[in-house]
T-cell receptor, first 112, second 113 residues
Framework: NAGVTQTPKFQVLKTGQSMTLQCAQD?????MSWYRQDPGMGLRLIHYSVGAGITDQGEVPNGYNVSRSTTEDFPLRLLSAAPSQTSVYFC???????????FGPGTRLTVL | AQSVTQLGSHVSVSEGALVLLRCNYSSSVPPYLFWYVQYPNQGLQLLLK??????LVKGINGFEAEFKKSETSFHLTKPSAHMSDAAEYFCAVSRSNDYKLSFGAGTTVTVRA
């Protein structure tokens, strides 16, 4: 199993550009989520999904969109990038609601 | 809502010394508690977790943590630090009826030779 994979590893955007961060898992996990990590703030939940076709907002959802058309994939879309979205983004998944979450290697995004 | 407080953003220990990382939480329902470790330029890896049952939880790499309900704490310890323990450590909590994890701000551990 590859576990949780994320692409790209690094990305530089200009203000106002849009892009999609990809996340995929091959463990047949129902639960998937996106976090952003900023210095001194830990990880903050952006959006999460409890199964295909079901998504919900986390702590910091503004400026981001998600969809879950398959169990395996959970892309995160930045609609119009802003410098405040410069961060490291992690995708995570778990089999059950309160099970251990497995994290991807992260995407480091810089918005100029 | 739940929140997590990690006391001390940086901890420096000598090799062979005790590692103690403090975590306090607030939760309106019984919590599930986690410690994750993050090595440089990597994702997070689970060290240990508490869901129910025994309050002293043993994890990987010689770490353990004790859930103390009366103190709302879940401190992480390791009796003897190794150079490979240098990393950032995150405490996290979820409610027993929820999926969402709330993370502390993290504690960076450096190990002196």
């Amino acid at each position: 199993n590859a576990g949780v994979t994320q692409t790209p590893k690094f990305q530089v955007l200009k203000t106002g550009q849009s892009m999609t961060l990809q996340c995929a898992q091959d463990m047949n996990h129902e639960y998937m989520s996106w976090y952003r990590q900023d210095p001194g703030m830990g990880l903050r939940l952006i959006h999460y999904s409890v199964g295909a076709g079901i998504t919900d907002q986390g702590e910091v959802p503004n400026g981001y969109n998600v969809s879950r058309s398959t169990t395996e994939d959970f892309p995160l879309r930045l609609l119009s990038a802003a410098p405040s979205q410069t961060s490291v983004y992690f995708c995570a998944s778990s089999y059950e609601r309160t099970d251990t979450q497995y994290f991807g290697p992260g995407t480091r995004l810089t918005v100029l | 809502a739940q929140s997590v407080t990690q006391l001390g953003s940086h901890v420096s220990v000598s090799e062979g010394a005790l590692v103690l990382l403090r975590c306090n939480y607030s939760s309106s329902v019984p919590p599930y508690l986690f410690w994750y470790v993050q090595y440089p330029n990597q994702g997070l890896q689970l060290l240990l977790k508490y869901t129910t049952g025994a309050t002293l939880v043993k994890g990987i790499n010689g770490f353990e943590a004790e859930f103390k309900k009366s103190e709302t704490s879940f401190h992480l310890t390791k009796p003897s630090a190794h150079m490979s323990d240098a990393a950032e450590y995150f405490c996290a909590v979820s409610r027993s009826n929820d999926y969402k994890l709330s993370f502390g701000a993290g504690t960076t551990v450096t190990v002196r030779a």
